[in-house]
């Protein structure tokens, strides 16, 4: 069983597919590792074994070639989308006892290739905020220093990835909702482009804020659960048709880049220096490759203010409720409802039109640099009793959000976007490098990660036993 937890995602789908390991294996050996690990870290705190060894028992009905592309892979969900069957609680109190009906889309796309639910992951009420906490399941705390933050909205994902709980993890990403919890956990994780990932809608049938994306310990695993996650489906709008690209043979297909550029804070908040320390040192190994590595960022001056307001403009179709439950919602979900209910027209027109400039202005960037580099978070792990960054390097923030604008820029220019380790603080914690690509450039993303994971060097570092 202990084998089992340490081999990566792409070496348990090869032993499914030669029958070398049942899906019931893998469900016996994840059981056996929540049972050990997850009180300590509170990654997973809804789990459905029975239903996943129904569906496993179904699935190896079928010959091993027609069990999808995952094979039987265990999959845990984050708890902001719904497994028929299944507590999905938003991470809210107004939801404490609700049991979906129906699965979300991308979780019927995951089960019809051969995925299998078993746990709900963590997340803060409604996904609001990167630090992983509610007051229904409580703290999801990090298990490289368990008195610190996992950051979110996605840090059980990121905690049942470090510790062994997951092979692969889904996760969602609007202000950097994946990729701030790979960063504080050691993992990998990848905001594709708006329309990759077909999900279910809900009061915005066109929102390109919001997206679903896979999380690995590793960038070929995470590739390999891209693959899984991809399609277009009816039922959403905005997803993009399959056009024969596999991204685990774009990450295998040995492209490197030629000229990236690299950033220590995207000209926006201050970050803190040992963080930029490593990811510049990082940077400045792909040199020695043959790599040309300059500093640059596209100008992006209005990154804050556009991300307030279409951030507060998608709350503010929760005034229902605000209006029912206003003692249930956590005080910062409240303020970003009430900030998005005060909006004018004339703020949303800003907005947009900031969003247009800066989306062209990325686009332009990337006709002289193959990628992006900087920091995914502008801080190592926090403690846990705080509810969010404050300050930084002498700047402090006034909203829970505005320690994240160096992610939510990303966001608003449709990159694809992940992060994965590149170095440790002094405090052996690890630090995450932003890797952007053009818009729709999910296939350069991944074979350049490869590559720059490989220069790195640092191996892998994940499974661990939760710490301190």
């Not at 892979?73 to 497994?83: G, T």
């Not at 692969?168 to 609007?174: I, R």
């Not at 915005?204 to 695993?221: F, H, Q, Y």
């Not at 300059?294 to 992006?300: F, G, K, S, V, Y």
Request: charged content about 20%; overall charge negative; glycine content about 10%.
């Amino acid at each position: 069983m202990t084998e089992l937890i340490r081999m990566t995602a792409l070496d348990i789908v090869a032993g499914l597919k030669a029958g070398t390991i049942t899906p019931l294996d893998c469900l016996d050996a994840l059981e056996r590792r929540i049972g050990a690990v997850n009180g300590s870290v509170n990654a997973l705190p809804t789990l459905c074994f029975e239903r996943a060894r129904n569906h496993a028992r179904k699935l190896m009905e079928r010959p091993p070639a027609q069990r999808g592309l995952l094979a039987g892979l265990p999959v845990p969900i984050k708890d902001l989308i719904d497994v028929a069957g299944v507590r999905c609680t938003q991470g809210s109190p107004i939801f404490r006892d609700r049991v979906a009906e129906n699965s979300d889309i991308l979780v019927r796309h995951l089960e019809a290739n051969g995925g299998i639910v078993y746990a709900m992951s963590n997340t803060p009420e409604f996904g609001a905020g990167a630090h992983t906490f509610n007051e229904v399941f409580g703290l999801t705390r990090n298990p490289w220093n368990r008195a610190l933050s996992a950051a979110g909205s996605s840090g059980g994902a990121a905690v049942a990835l470090a510790t062994g709980m997951a092979w692969v993890a889904h996760g969602s990403d609007l202000g950097g909702s994946l990729r701030n919890p790979a960063s504080f956990c050691g993992v990998t994780g990848l905001r594709p482009s708006p329309g990759r990932v077909a999900a279910s809608v809900g009061a915005k049938i066109d929102s390109t804020l919001g997206v679903e994306g896979p999380m690995a310990r590793n960038v070929m695993d995470l590739a390999l659960f891209l693959d899984a996650m991809v399609g277009e489906e009816a039922a959403d709008p905005l997803s993009l048709p399959l056009d024969g690209t596999s991204y685990l043979a774009a990450a295998q297909g040995g492209w490197r880049p030629k000229r990236v550029a690299v950033s220590r804070d995207l000209g926006l908040p201050p970050v803190d220096r040992r963080v930029a320390e490593c990811v510049l040192a990082a940077a400045a190994k792909l040199e020695a490759h043959g790599v040309i590595v300059e500093e640059a960022h596209p100008e992006l001056p209005d990154a804050r203010a556009c991300a307030q307001t279409l951030r507060a403009l998608g709350y503010a179709n929760m005034k229902p409720l605000l209006d029912q439950h206003p003692d249930l919602l956590k005080p910062e979900v409240v303020w970003n409802i009430e900030k998005g209910l005060a909006l004018t027209g004339q703020d949303i027109a800003r907005a947009e039109a900031q969003r247009g400039e800066m989306f062209r202005r990325m686009q332009q960037f990337f006709e002289t640099y193959d990628l992006l580099l900087c920091p995914t978070t502008i801080v190592p792990p926090f403690p846990a009793e705080q509810r969010y960054v404050t300050a930084c390097e002498g700047g402090s923030f006034e909203t829970y959000v505005d320690w994240l604008m160096i992610v939510h820029a990303i966001t608003l220019c449709a990159c694809p976007a992940m992060s994965i380790p590149c170095g440790f603080t002094a405090e052996n914690l690890p630090v995450g490098l932003q890797i952007v690509a053009p818009c729709r450039g999910e296939a350069r993303l991944l074979a350049g990660a490869r590559f720059i994971e490989d220069a790195l060097a640092i191996g892998p570092i994940t499974p661990i036993d939760p710490r301190g």
